[in-house]
């Protein structure tokens, strides 16, 4: 923060000492300008003191703002933390959106260390009741090998679990279904698809 606030506090500080030798020349008879008792300020000067405080006044309205945003993101960041503490006392009960948070949470390091582990492992259980964001999410996690290996099989499983009430879900099914079709024989397609569904009627039986 020193760093990014160096270069208007020295121009403030140069500012200051123009002024405060403009102030002397005017008032002492620097420069070799007769002494002038009558007390007239000099055009320089005056113009030169609002200049400063104005300067002034625009810097410490900045700290503040910096203040606050950072005041603002420490209280977020607490409130985080509490919301993850809360979590898990009360993912431990069963409920499938509580659980999917607590997911999102360890997933995002969002009031807690980053934990993809921890992240799929709550994501399992609340898929496995049927929330299609859980079900979404593990749909990626399979598919870009986020704390799982990858597995497309099991990536269009857990789509096609959501995509009924998902839309991404639903989207991310089709397109990859759409790339293996063009990879793969008629069999062999046909043989990825019936994989598909028999996983995802073990994960509803589950």
């Not at 606030?5 to 300008?33: E, H, I, K, Q, W």
């Not at 921890?118 to 009741?129: D, E, I, M, P």
Request: charged share 25%; proline share 2%; net charge positive.
């Amino acid at each position: 923060m020193k760093s990014r606030n160096a270069g208007p506090r020295l121009a403030s500080l140069l500012a200051g000492l123009a002024g405060l030798v403009f102030m002397s020349m005017a008032t002492t008879g620097c420069a070799s300008r007769p002494y002038n008792n009558g007390g007239d300020a000099s055009p320089l000067f005056v113009y030169l003191v609002p200049l400063i405080l104005a300067n002034e006044v625009a810097l410490f309205a900045i700290e503040k703002k910096k203040e606050s945003a950072a005041e603002a993101h420490e209280a977020e960041l607490l409130s985080q933390v509490h919301r993850f503490e809360e979590l898990k006392v009360l993912s431990v009960k069963g409920d499938a959106a509580i659980q999917c948070e607590l997911a999102f949470c360890y997933l995002r390091g969002r009031g807690a260390i980053r934990d993809v582990g921890q992240a799929t492992f709550w994501l399992q259980k609340s898929g496995r009741q049927g929330f299609a964001e859980a079900q979404n999410e593990l749909g990626l996690c399979y598919y870009n090998e986020i704390g799982v290996r990858r597995d497309d099989i099991e990536a269009c499983a857990w789509w096609s679990l959501a995509a009924p009430s998902h839309v991404q879900a639903a989207a991310s099914l089709v397109y990859i279904e759409s790339n293996t079709e063009k990879r793969l024989t008629k069999e062999a397609f046909a043989a990825f698809r019936t994989s598909v569904r028999r996983r995802a009627e073990e994960i509803k039986k589950l």
